[in-house]
Structure formats: structure tokens, C-alpha cells
């Protein structure tokens, strides 16, 4: 019966709802960085990927053998601790620029805009971001302060992109 009527059951699609009252608003921000940029701006898309393992092997590889295709790798490994990968995408070049930092807090995340500010001397720079807390700590936003050609639209004392309605 399920299968006559195309009904998949065991498939499952998530979904959040956000109770965020201004969500509406700052979506309609981030859509119109991406639909129109600002002329003479730069809008990069940051994220980062938390706790990558780094891994090592725990017993060398054995020496390739004529007639197989591979070497044979053990399987055990040792755990070299952790890194997050951080990166911004240039929505009008496609260029990616990333670091790598030990730790995910607010003083690497302000290591990691320097450069940018370096590398994006002119124009103003929209950075969007998820709601991480160092986003918005306090050191982060004095450091935007002292670069206010650097803005992150989801924050709710950023300055609206798009008139509402």
C-alpha cells in the first residue's frame, strides 16, 4: 500500500524553525547580499569545521606487492588530538580563503578576520555568519568596531541591508 502510493516512510527530512521574531528581516538581508551585491563590496560566506580528527597511522604500510593493486594499511590509528577548518567564500570571485586553528573561540576567529581586512582593502565587506556565540563576544565586536568597513548582517545591531516590506 505504501509503495503504490509513492510513501517513503523510512525517509526522513529535518527542518528548524527559528524563534528568532526578526528571522523574516534577516533572511531577507542575506538573500539580497547574495541576489545583489553592494557595488564596490565584497560578501564572504564564513564557516568552519569543528573537531576534525587528525589521525595518524599506528603501524607503517606494507611494501606494494607485483600483481596488487594496493598496499596493505593496518587499520588501528592514533589520534593526534583535533583542528577546526575555517573558510570564506567569495560570493562574486569564488575564491576560498581557509586557516586551520586549534581551538574555535573568539580570539582565532578575530586571527582569522586580520588578514582579510589586509587582503580587502577597499569597500565594505559583509560577512555572512551563523549565530556561533564568539561571533558576536565582545572582543569580536571591538574589533569591529575598529573595522567598520567589515559588517556581519545577522547580528541584531547590524545595519538592515533591505528595507522591510
Keep these: 500500500m505504501l509503495s503504490e502510493a509513492n510513501l517513503k516512510s523510512h525517509r526522513h527530512r529535518y527542518f528548524l524553525t527559528s524563534r528568532d521574531p526578526l528571522y523574516e528581516e534577516k533572511r531577507r538581508d542575506i538573500v539580497s547580499l547574495y541576489l545583489g551585491q553592494p557595488v564596490g563590496a565584497t560578501v564572504l560566506c564564513l564557516d568552519e569545521k569543528p573537531s576534525i580528527q587528525v589521525l595518524g597511522r599506528k603501524h607503517p604500510d606494507l611494501p606494494m606487492r607485483l600483481g596488487y593493486p594496493v598496499t596493505y594499511r593496518e587499520f588501528e590509528y592514533v589520534r593526534h588530538g583535533v583542528l577546526n577548518l575555517f573558510a570564506a567564500f567569495n560570493v562574486r570571485t569564488g575564491r576560498v580563503l581557509a586557516d586551520v586553528q586549534e581551538k574555535k573561540t573568539r580570539f582565532e576567529f578575530i586571527e582569522l578576520l586580520e588578514p582579510w581586512a589586509w587582503h580587502y582593502k577597499r569597500g565594505d565587506v559583509h560577512c ?18 575598529q573595522h567598520p568597513r567589515f559588517q556581519f548582517p545577522f547580528r541584531a545591531d547590524a545595519r538592515v541591508l533591505v528595507e522591510p516590506g
Design 128 to 145: 555572512v555568519l551563523d549565530n556561533a556565540s564568539y561571533h558576536s563576544a565582545p572582543e569580536v565586536k571591538d574589533w569591529l568596531a
